[in-house]
């Protein structure tokens, strides 16, 4: 993995995840691309985030207590004037989940366990998109 990977493709990454050790995991894998993303644990979460930082990114549990990513993600289109990239993170791999996900406003899907290459894909496709 290499540190110098967030130079090369800048990203304000914010990650909405409730289970610890997923938590450890994409934070872990994160830093050693050189990224320093903040966390938080559910949508309410997200969405007050959203009020203090700009994100380009935000990797969004579905599944989390209080509010979840699917309704966090409506959410934040109908009112952000600033609309970060939204990529669902999660284990319901269907077909439909992913329809679902997409329907609600998110640009893109993460099945977990998180793979590295499917990150890094992502990770540099919303770089070069932001510019």
Partial sequence: LDPGFAADFPLEILIAEDNMINQKLIITILGKLGYRPDLVENGVEVLKQLQVTTYDLILMDIQMPEMGGVEATTIIRQQNSYQPTVVAMTANAMPEDKEAY???????YLPKPIQLSELISILSKVALEKG
């Fill in 102 to 108: 997409l329907k609600a406003g998110m640009d893109d």
